[in-house]
Nanobody, 122 residues
Framework: QVQLVESGGGSVQAGGSLRLSCAASRYTYCMGWFRQAPGKEREGVARIYTGSGSTDYAASVKGRFTFSRDAAKNTVYLQMNSLRPEDTAMYYC??????????????????WGQGTQVTVSS
């Protein structure tokens, strides 16, 4: 089992920044950030191989969001810059264990945080 605790959501104006944090109860090799807006499906935002730090981003956030990790603390971060109203959503941290490719598909992740709300106003 892996417990995930997110923090750092909030409300900002367009163009602003927020940093989300996710603390895991133990090491997992693959972690991701997902988001879900009202009435929409949950979508993958970014993923990271926590060992190497290798990242991959959704096209909609590439160049604006940065996924990083502090391996010693089993904590990952999502730095979100140049936020847009369309980034408004509940953001979820997720973890995958047991091997396999670390992607951005919801079905690939077994462990989920409780979510943190991000609201961007125009």
């Amino acid at each position: 089992q892996v417990q995930l605790v997110e923090s750092g959501g909030g409300s900002v104006q367009a163009g602003g920044s927020l940093r989300l944090s996710c603390a895991a109860s133990r090491y997992t090799y693959c972690m991701g950030w997902f988001r879900q807006a009202p009435g929409k499906e949950r979508e993958g935002v970014a993923r990271i191989y926590t060992g190497s730090g290798s990242t991959d981003y959704a096209a909609s956030v590439k160049g604006r969001f940065t996924f990083s990790r502090d391996a010693a603390k089993n904590t990952v971060y999502l730095q979100m810059n140049s936020l847009r109203p369309e980034d408004t959503a509940m953001y979820y941290c997720a973890a995958r264990s047991g091997g396999g490719v670390c992607g951005k598909n919801v079905a690939d992740f077994s462990y989920w945080g409780q979510g943190t709300q991000v609201t961007v106003s125009s």
